[in-house]
T-cell receptor, first 109, second 113 residues
């Protein structure tokens, strides 16, 4: 089935620095979703991208879907300590939902 | 509470015992998923229901695992003859369609001793 590779696995930043995580697929994706999981918590839906080249923003978060619909990115501007957690991309392969391995973000103040 | 509820929150059981978990999705959600997550890993898909029909089951799921959603509302996940490797967080998620994402419950943490 379709697999998405997510990089980096870990990222540590100083508060105020930017952060980006990437999901890459070898096949065309119908759509991609992004989730955030706080330490000890459960995944929480952030956004869904469907259209080629789509860009969506949520405050300091910017989500992009590649023109070929094979990659996606999540960019956080000026990170805050509240951004700590693991960010997952999610791909729908048939009726199964396949998560990337996640990027764990830590932020030091 | 209009979220996804899972019960119990924690379960400790001896190896070889059977366990059953329950998930109550958001009432109008027709899709329900079960996932398993171990420390430091992303959630791993187990099975999917649309209403009461189990439409997909992961090939990684052994015959010791079974799930039901008898009336298209709550769902149960049973693990028979538990093994050490079954220790994980078991997450349930539900949705109505896909455009609004999937709402996850807080999970059931299973520890096999």
């Amino acid at each position: 089935g379709q697999q998405v590779m997510q990089i980096p696995q870990y990222q540590h930043v100083q508060e105020g620095e930017d952060f980006t995580t990437y999901c890459n697929s070898s096949t065309t994706l119908s759509n991609i979703q992004w989730y955030k999981q706080r330490p000890g918590g459960h995944p929480v839906f952030l956004i869904q991208l469907v259209k080629s080249g789509e860009v969506k923003k949520q405050k300091r978060l910017t989500f992009q879907f590649g023109e070929a619909k094979k990659n996606s990115s999540l960019h956080i501007t000026a990170t805050q300590t509240t951004d700590v957690g693991t960010y997952f991309c999610l791909n729908q392969a048939g009726t199964a939902l396949i998560f990337g391995k996640g990027t764990t973000l830590s932020v030091s103040s | 509470d209009t979220g996804v509820s899972q019960d119990p929150r924690h379960k400790i059981t001896k190896r070889g015992q059977n366990v059953t978990f329950r998930c109550d999705p958001i009432s109008e959600h027709n899709r329900l998923y079960w996932y398993r997550q171990t420390l430091g890993q992303g959630p791993e898909f187990l099975t999917y229901f649309q209403n009461e029909a189990q439409l997909e089951k992961s090939r990684l799921l052994s015959d010791r695992f079974s799930a039901e959603r008898p009336k298209g509302s709550f769902s149960t996940l049973e693990i028979q003859r538990t093994e050490q490797g079954d220790s994980a967080m078991y997450l349930c998620a539900s949705s109505f369609g896909t455009q609004y994402g999937y709402t996850f419950g807080s999970g059931t943490r299973l520890t096999i001793v």
